[in-house]
């Protein structure tokens, strides 16, 4: 006869036995996740910056997490959209066109600066040395963007410039497309371009910033004439129909990598930001907004 001692065990017995079964599932389903990155930086300084993370999330897992290095933002968003690519780092813009196009993602972590704020600026180099020292005074010259699919590289700085009467394809003798942001640092540089759009944090973080400890650029060279408001920092997000218990295993060796393996995460962010905190997709509402009103600037100019 089963007494209540027993029912309770067999029961417990039952739940351990179903979720062993649910994680052979879908570790049978996944024995591959694709961990995808927008293109922010060459594609050697993206393999050594997350590396040591898909290694962790292997570890972590229990199956293999394969780093991806997108050769531009869309094909982080189609590749998802595709179910091609389990999870990836985006950027708000980026994110936010995805929701757009019809990827069934969901943003789980959130990235955090060193001062504990969740956004960051969009910024407008030229040369220390330049006469520049307005958006003004660079009528008639070559403007450097990073992505159509950028958020401080394209979308926020079309924005801004709507505001101030600009359009772009009039205002400047050239817009050109860099393709990231180092090569619209790299364009300032070699005089491609009179300016360019970039992201910045605060005076400790910047992309100039990590350029400059790769050696690729001096953060001096380099002035910033224009500054943006604030913009809701980057997301990380897995697709939708990831099986539950393999989401939140994900969750779990995110926020836990401060005691698992910290040196994996301060390689991405050179000990430079706080730990990354979760966030939904509701987060980046605003953005969407952002996008919709730059693609109607779009279609005014076509």
């Known amino acids: 006869m089963l007494n209540r001692r027993t029912l ?3 029961c417990a017995a039952l739940a351990v036995s179903a979720g062993a079964a649910a994680a052979q599932d879908w570790k049978a389903k996944y024995p591959e996740l694709v961990f995808a990155i927008i293109p922010a930086e060459n594609a050697s300084g993206v393999t050594e910056r997350f590396t040591p993370l898909t290694d962790y999330l292997t570890k972590q897992l229990g199956t293999k997490v394969t780093l991806r290095i997108a050769n531009d933002y869309a094909a982080v968003i189609e590749g998802q959209r595709a179910g091609n690519i389990h999870i990836a780092s985006y950027g708000p813009s980026s994110f936010a066109r995805a929701l757009m196009t019809g990827a069934k993602i969901e943003a789980f972590a959130i990235e955090v600066n060193a001062d504990g704020t969740k ?3 969009s910024v407008l180099y030229v040369k220390a040395d330049s006469p520049y020292k307005s958006i003004e005074d660079l009528k008639g010259k070559n403007l450097c963007l990073v992505d159509p699919n950028s958020t401080s590289g394209n ?4 924005f801004s410039l709507n505001k101030m009467g600009i359009t772009p394809d009039q205002f400047f003798g050239k817009v050109v497309y860099a393709g990231s942001h180092e090569n619209a640092v790299i364009a300032v540089q070699q005089g491609t371009c009179d300016a360019a759009f970039n992201w910045w944090n605060d005076e400790q973080e910047s992309n100039l910033k990590r350029m400059e400890r790769k050696g690729m650029a001096k953060y001096d060279d380099y002035r910033i004439i224009f500054k943006s408001d604030q913009i809701v920092n980057s997301p990380y997000a897995y697709l939708a129909d990831l099986p539950a218990e393999l989401k939140a ?11 698992n393996d910290k040196a994996a995460f301060d390689k991405i962010y050179e000990g430079k930001q ?12 605003s953005i969407i907004e952002l996008n919709k009103f730059v693609d109607e600037l779009r279609k005014k100019k076509s």
């Open 8 to 10: 309770i065990a067999a």
């Open 119 to 121: 956004g960051y600026h």
């Open 155 to 158: 979308n926020v700085p079309r």
């Open 249 to 259: 295993k994900i969750r779990d060796a995110f926020f836990a990598i401060d005691k």
């Open 274 to 285: 706080q730990m990354w905190q979760p966030v939904d997709n509701e987060s980046y509402v």
